[in-house]
């Protein structure tokens, strides 16, 4: 018996859609999703007992790999002290010193349990700063379920107040601006259109939501200057970057120094932690020091923390980003040399430990390029890598992530694996 067929139904039975995240369900792929058992290092055994080469790595934070003693160790020795108090700790002091050590544009840092909580906290301290009421998002980008960034554009057009999910109200939709990733134009045109309106700009300095896709040249300069001129806040959502592509982050990486930045998953080591921060007279505005209302039951739980704490400090090793960036390189440059073997349109791209697959000729620098991809072709080529043994995320549209436990010889079988599914597309 399928144990994985048979939990997916008593999941539905309590759980919409069985999953508690959408595209745990495989719907874009099709097929039954994996119940995973126990993860180790860079596998994960699913609830039959079959082991997979992981490439999700619970979405990014398992940077480290999986159930790493370390962190591990770390979690024990305080969940034995106690779970969770409602009042400061320590360790809460000495993640914020970490956060600020390493991205130099924190000189505040407030402490949350997700990175959609981080976000929308941004967003708030952002309008509160400036007392102006509208964002700019852009199109492909995730930044968490807050109401007023599940917002999208139709065929790339700039937009204003197109909900993409029910249950967000027109009136706050109507707040969001959606322009296109990579293009300054876009932005322009919404500065132009509400001149003073405009709190923020949000941006995944590399998008990693709508499959990985880079910065062009200029590109993030440009908003800083933008910001700038027209008084509006930066805000870099590195939920997915930070600490995965670089020791400092996108920010780290390109020198641009955003206003306000928002981190989880890797700071989070698996556990469930976020975090916003930046410049001392925005974050000053949050309370208890300003109007701007937040706050956490559950922010900065220790057991959380200690995991997220024992993360970062096995990235510090010297050498850990340069040798997880080449080992993510060696497997695109795998893939794309397989399938270019195979004659299959194929691309792929790489930074620090993020990659991108693409059912394209050439990498996509814009979501419509993304959207062009043949995901048909992709699902054909995910099934047979899930069969093979190779864990990529379930969906054409989201970046897969390398972990420093992932060594040669998993690249090499994964490289292997597919060779054959790509022979097998023709």
């Known amino acids: 018996m399928d144990r994985n067929e048979a939990l997916f139904v008593r999941a539905q039975r309590t759980i919409p859609g069985g999953v508690n995240s959408p595209v745990r ?29 992981d490439y999700v790595g619970s979405w990014g934070p398992a940077i480290v790999g999986h159930a790493h003693r ?8 305080a969940a034995v002290q106690g779970l969770s108090f409602g009042a400061p700790t320590e360790v809460e002091v000495e993640m914020a010193e970490t956060l600020a050590r390493r991205l130099h544009s924190l000189d505040l840092v407030r402490l949350v349990s997700s990175g959609t909580e981080a976000t929308m906290s941004a967003l708030r301290l952002a309008r509160g700063h400036t007392g102006r009421s509208k964002i700019i998002k852009f199109e492909g980008c995730y ?34 601006i959606v322009a296109s990733y990579n293009d300054l134009e876009s932005v322009d045109e919404a500065f132009e259109g509400a ?72 700071i989070g080591g698996g556990m469930p932690v976020g975090a916003f921060g930046g410049r001392r ?38 050498g850990f980003y340069e040798t997880l960036a080449e080992r993510t390189r060696a497997l695109t ?7 270019h073997t195979a004659g299959v349109a194929f691309s792929a791209d790489a930074v620090g430990g993020m990659f991108g697959l693409y059912f394209a000729e050439r990498v996509p620098t814009t979501y419509a390029e993304v959207m062009a991809c043949d995901k048909e072709r992709f699902n054909r080529f995910f099934h047979a890598m899930l069969d093979a043994g190779i864990y990529f995320a379930p969906s ?26 790509f022979a097998a597309l023709q």
């Open 396 to 421: 054409a549209y989201e970046a897969g992530f390398v972990s420093a436990a992932h060594t040669d010889a998993e690249i090499t079988a994964t490289i292997a694996a597919a060779s054959k599914a």
């Open 70 to 77: 370390a962190v591990v160790s770390a979690v024990q020795k």
């Open 281 to 318: 007279a925005i974050m000053e505005k949050i309370a208890p020091l300003g109007p701007v209302y937040q706050a956490g039951t559950l922010s900065g739980n220790p057991v959380a923390i200690a995991a997220g704490l024992a993360t970062l400090a096995l990235t510090e090793a010297p």
């Open 195 to 266: 001149p003073h309106e405009i709190a923020a700009i949000i941006v995944e300095p590399i998008a990693g939501n709508m499959n990985l896709v880079k910065p062009a040249a200029g590109f993030l300069e440009g908003l800083r200057a933008r910001c700038d001129k027209h008084g509006a806040v930066l805000i870099f959502d590195e939920v997915m970057t930070g600490f995965r592509v670089h020791p400092r982050g996108v920010q780290g990486m390109t020198g641009i120094t955003p206003d306000l930045t928002t981190l989880g998953k890797v």
């Open 25 to 53: 369900a495989f719907r874009s792929v099709g097929g039954t999703p994996r119940f995973i058992a126990r993860g180790e290092g860079p596998f994960v055994w699913d609830a039959n007992g079959k082991r997979y080469i």
């Open 143 to 176: 930044h968490g379920h807050g109401d007023s960034l599940l917002v999208k554009a139709g065929s790339g057009a700039l937009t204003f107040g197109q909900p993409s999910s029910a249950g967000v109200p027109a009136s706050i939709a109507a707040e969001t």
């Open 333 to 339: 440059d795998g893939l794309q040399n397989a399938a």
